[in-house]
């Protein structure tokens, strides 16, 4: 399993800051959601547009898809071409994730992959919670496709950008997870960071 965290935002509602190296509690973002995919990965990697040698301190990191912020898409398709660049090395299975989610649950891969080997015609799992899908949190079953998953993906982002529309494209399988109610915080504005350490000091 290879665990992609997601760092390629634009931070419109931080001020533009790069959402990722925020600290939270002393610590960077990033750090977090690393020590939450540690133990369910067997590799770690970091797709960014921005900071690329700030965010290598934690685990390799590689730009995205194109320039600007084109999204997570953008992300995915940077994270499979990686994965194609280094077939011989690496996982057959990526585990994604956003970086503003600080505690992703840690049977996260165990669940989403154990759906996928239940439906063996199934290539991507991904994250439903309280009544709404959570596309950025899913596992894509690569096997040797590395190549076909990178320029499915690009066609999405090119043609509308959206995850949750791709995943609808390619027949993913929503998997739910309501009981997971301290999971899937997302920071999104200086708020919910200070929130968050007020209830996880």
């Known amino acids: 399993m290879l665990g992609v965290v997601l760092a390629g935002g634009a931070g419109a509602r931080v001020g533009g800051a790069d959402k990722g ?3 939270l509690n002393g610590r960077p973002l990033v750090e977090y959601v690393l020590e939450r995919l540690h133990p369910q990965c067997d590799r770690l990697l970091i797709v960014a547009n921005r900071h690329l040698d700030e965010y290598a301190h934690y685990a390799p990191a590689v730009h995205d898809e194109g320039d ?3 999204g997570p ?3 995915l398709v940077a994270a499979f071409g990686f994965l194609e660049a280094n077939r011989h090395a690496l996982p057959r299975w990526i585990l994604s994730t956003p970086v ?3 505690d992703p649950p ?3 891969a165990l669940r989403l992959r154990a759906v996928l080997l239940e439906n063996p015609r199934t290539g991507c799992a991904f994250v439903h919670r309280a009544a709404r899908p959570q596309p950025l949190c899913a596992v894509y079953r690569i096997g ?3 190549a076909a998953w990178r320029t499915s993906a690009q066609t999405a982002l090119r043609e509308h950008g959206s995850p949750t529309r791709w995943h ?3 027949g993913a399988v929503a998997v739910r997870f309501d009981g997971a109610i301290d999971a899937f ?3 999104n504005v200086p708020d919910d960071f200070r929130d968050y350490e007020r209830s996880h000091g």
């Open 21 to 23: 190296l925020l600290p």
């Open 100 to 102: 503003d989610c600080p």
């Open 144 to 146: 040797g496709n590395a």
């Open 68 to 70: 600007g912020h084109a």
């Open 185 to 187: 915080h997302n920071l």
């Open 106 to 108: 840690g049977a996260l």
């Open 73 to 75: 898409l953008a992300g």
């Open 168 to 170: 609808a494209e390619i």
